[in-house]
């Protein structure tokens, strides 16, 4: 497991830390400045509020909305990123971990690697090259039910093309009234089937109406979205 000590106003207080990851450097280096530099999660700061999130990756996001975080729900399925997620967040006394994937089945699947040296990240490929490893998934109203979530203020999700699956599931649509914000990344998929322009119209069958926000650095092959049900103010 890599590290780097890491200073930024957005992060812990503006003094310096070590952030663990088992991401490339340059995977890594984009992370911290999506996150901490251009802010792509500004809107989905909620104070006291109560988040889930589904890819949590190494932790960065919650570490950006620790500040203002009552409870968090950190669901990373990767044992890699896993491990790194919770050397980073051990700070943090209101964050539970989840070692599985939120999905639309609940028996374990393939998540696979994208490319040579990478992490295993995504259930959607037209082939696998790369290997991966076979992780735990569960359908997000079982999640809910299994822990008690009644309301979620913010919902984060970077689950690298699944978010096609999960949000047209009835088991989606059984949660999809606790849940006041959405926020977080539509991909392009490896599959060449999945386009974040159909999440509007996934959505809108729930009760959300969706918002493409134009990236300031436009990253390959996705596009940063904010969804919010409607009526909020």
Known sequence: ????????????????????????????????????????????????????????????????????????????????????????????DNIEYFNFAILSIDEPQNLLRANEGSVPQ?????????????????????????????????????VEGAEFVIFPDDAFGRVADKIDLIIGEAHYNMTGVGIPEIIPVILKKWGFKTEFVKLKHPNFGYKLWFTQRDGRT
Do not use: W
């Open 1 to 92: 497991m890599k590290s780097k000590l890491v200073k930024h106003k957005n992060l812990n207080n503006g003094q310096e830390m070590e952030i663990y990851y088992p991401l490339s450097d340059d995977e890594f280096k984009t992370q911290l400045a999506e996150i901490f530099e251009v802010e792509h999660y500004r809107e989905g700061i909620v104070k006291d509020g109560v988040y889930v999130d589904l890819g949590a990756n190494i932790g960065l996001t919650a570490l950006y909305f620790s500040p203002f975080a009552r409870k968090y729900y950190a669901v990373e399925p990767s044992s890699e990123c896993f491990e790194a997620l919770k050397l980073n967040t051990k700070g943090m």
């Open 122 to 158: 995504t259930f959607f490929m037209r082939e696998n090259k790369f290997g991966g490893e076979k992780v735990q998934c569960k359908k997000i109203d079982q999640f809910f039910e299994e822990n008690n979530i009644d309301h979620v203020d913010v919902l984060k999700i970077d």
